[in-house]
């Protein structure tokens, strides 16, 4: 699969596409990284292994891809929003879990929209937590319903 051409895509849309990138370029030991909406569709995507920023589609490989990265991310959320409730916890801010084999980071954007990081396991977490805090700082303004909505648009296009 190769990077989507951002032709036609809003300055908005091409720079969340430029931030992922970064975020998957600058972060050492950072498998794939995805961004999923409040209702759990990926609206934008790494290729794993490859660094290279995709639409979402239908998934090129079996375990790591980006597809199963988003639904990881969208259950880890929605469990994660519901412990905090039977908590009396407040909002959830950050999820991380450590593995064997790897890590998974997942990160509120906003109005419910998720960042999801797959990394290595001896990737250094808070290096990819603050890298992460910036995507958030920087796109989570930029992310309004019509971005995600032309986020959509593009990704359902390339299908």
């Known amino acids: ?20 990138s970064n975020l998957v370029e600058e972060v050492p030991g950072v498998h794939s990284v995805t961004v999923v909406s409040s209702d759990g569709l990926m609206l ?6 490859r660094h290279e920023v995709t639409p979402a589609g239908p998934s090129d490989g079996p375990k790591g891809s ?11 959320g929605s469990l994660t929003v519901g412990a905090a409730k039977l908590m009396d916890g407040g909002g959830v801010k950050q999820t991380m879990i450590a593995m064997d084999e790897g890590s998974v980071f997942v ?20 290096v990819v937590a603050y890298h992460m805090a910036l995507f958030v700082g920087r796109a989570g303004h930029v992310l309004t319903p019509e971005l995600r909505s032309e986020l959509r648009k593009s990704m359902e296009s390339t299908q």
């Open 107 to 126: 990160m509120s954007i906003s109005d419910g929209s998720l960042l999801g990081v797959h990394a290595t396991p001896d990737c250094d977490m808070s």
């Open 44 to 49: 934008l995507s790494s290729d794993p292994g």
């Open 1 to 20: 699969m190769t990077a989507p051409s951002t032709f036609g895509l809003s300055t908005e849309a091409r720079n969340l596409h430029w931030l992922l």
């Open 66 to 76: 980006s597809a199963d990265l988003a639904t990881i991310v969208s259950g880890i």
